[in-house]
């Protein structure tokens, strides 16, 4: 019987958790991600049938009961979980009651779940009412998108359009554009609340002057929006330092055909 530190799904994460980091989007302890896993996905491993331990967490997980996660570990670094997954990363299942997580497998010297899992709950839940198939959320602090943040108006219409028009790539990736909530302290309920308020139309919020919420049905899905998104910041931040002045850019006629031509329904409210 095969064990589960090394099934394809911790070897996911432990993957893309080392590549955020060479990406400089996760320094310290920064980042995390909850990735949803099928019950199917979990048969054949033999270390992984009994609860361990009982974890509390702050959030009514009702309507997630039953459901199983592999979450990062609060205060542990994605520069290590490459190296000591039994130990930064954690498989747990939400309990009937909702009000706690049992763990099967991880957490190896006593860590719990990381400090955002309400909020990555929160936004499970409602993504999964919008896609039955969402089963990623990631956190994670790219740089220049947090630069623009303190640069631009932080209004949803005119951030999103300035990132479909880094690239012709955008609006293909993300034909909703971003949601933006303000500045608010990390780790609490009511950022959860805020943040899947705004996951209800966008599949990536951003937390201004923190870093970016990504939801999806994978992790290459989830990361590559990221990744876009982040993509589109730098270039607006290298022609700042050409500076800044445009000369041509995407116009919204470019914008409307490269939708139809893709199949994407850029989001009318922003053009
Ligand atoms: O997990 O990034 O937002 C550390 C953080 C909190
Ligand atoms: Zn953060």
């Not at 670094?77 to 049992?102: C, H, M, Q, T």
């Not at 599949?203 to 876009?228: C, M, N």
């Not at 002045?245 to 199949?263: S, Y």
């Amino acid at each position: 019987m095969a064990k589960f530190i090394d099934s394809p799904m911790v070897t996911e994460v432990k993957k893309i958790t080392f590549r955020l980091y060479c990406h400089d989007w996760d320094e310290r302890n920064g980042g995390n991600v909850s990735y949803r896993v099928l019950p199917e996905e979990l048969e054949g491993y033999e270390d992984i049938s009994e609860v361990k331990r009982n974890i509390p967490i702050d959030f009514n997980g009702k309507d997630l009961a039953g459901m199983y996660f592999i979450v990062t570990a609060t205060g542990r670094y994605f520069k290590n979980i490459i190296d000591f997954p039994d130990r930064d990363l954690g498989l747990v299942r939400i309990a009937e009651d909702g009000k706690s997580v049992g763990l099967l497998w991880g957490y190896g010297d006593g860590a719990s779940p990381t400090s955002e899992f309400p909020t990555h709950l929160m936004g499970h839940q409602e993504r999964l009412k919008h896609d039955p198939e969402q089963r990623v959320i990631m956190h994670c602090h790219p740089t220049n998108l947090i630069a623009m943040t303190f640069t631009q108006n932080l209004d949803e219409r005119n951030f999103s359009r300035i990132l479909w028009k880094m690239q012709t790539e955008s609006l293909v990736v993300f034909p909703e554009g971003v949601g933006i909530i303000p500045w608010m302290v990390p780790g609490t309920t009511s950022i959860g609340e805020e943040t899947a308020k705004k996951l209800a139309k966008f599949r990536a919020v951003i937390w201004p002057q923190h870093g970016i919420f990504g939801s999806g049905k994978s992790i290459d899905e989830v990361y590559g929006l990221i990744e876009t998104i982040e993509k589109a910041a730098q270039i607006w931040t290298v022609i700042q330092m050409q500076g800044g002045e445009i000369k041509q850019t995407i116009t919204d006629d470019d914008l409307l055909n490269l939708g139809k031509v893709f199949g994407v329904e850029p989001n009318r409210n922003f053009i």
